[in-house]
Nanobody
Framework: QVQLVESGGGLAQPGGSLRLSCAAS????????ISWFRQAPGKEREGVSC????????YYADSVKSRFTISRDNAKNTVYLQMNALEPEDTAVYYC??????????????????????WGQGTQVTVSS
């Protein structure tokens, strides 16, 4: 079992920054992909970014590319999502998810929530002036 706990959400102004954290505990050897998803009211949950633990490769949705950065601190078993140049459209509940398969497995697309084994409880991000 893997437990994931997100933190770092809050209110930011347009153009501002936030850093989300996803702390993993439990059997952390049992996952490769760590992804961030978000879900806005009335919308489907969508993938934001994925990091493959085995290779260090990272992947981003087009809507956040060049603004968001995913990274990992292995010593702390924590994955971060640095979000810069925030836009009101980034407002959503952000979730981290873990899976035994890599970001690029042919069995599922990393940006879709189906197939992930573990989920955090989510953290609210609101971008508003």
């Amino acid at each position: 079992q893997v437990q994931l706990v997100e933190s770092g959400g809050g209110l930011a102004q347009p153009g501002g920054s936030l850093r989300l954290s996803c702390a993993a505990s439990g059997s952390t050897l049992h996952y490769d992909a760590i992804s961030w998803f978000r879900q806005a009211p009335g919308k489907e949950r969508e993938g934001v970014s994925c990091l493959s633990s085995s290779t260090g490769d990272t992947y981003y949705a087009d809507s956040v590319k060049s603004r968001f950065t995913i990274s990992r601190d292995n010593a702390k078993n924590t994955v971060y999502l640095q979000m810069n140049a925030l836009e009101p459209e980034d407002t959503a509940v952000y979730y981290c998810a873990a899976d035994a398969l890599s970001c690029t497995t042919p069995y599922r697309f990393w940006g879709l929530p189906l197939g992930y084994d573990y989920w955090g409880q989510g953290t609210q991000v609101t971008v508003s002036s």
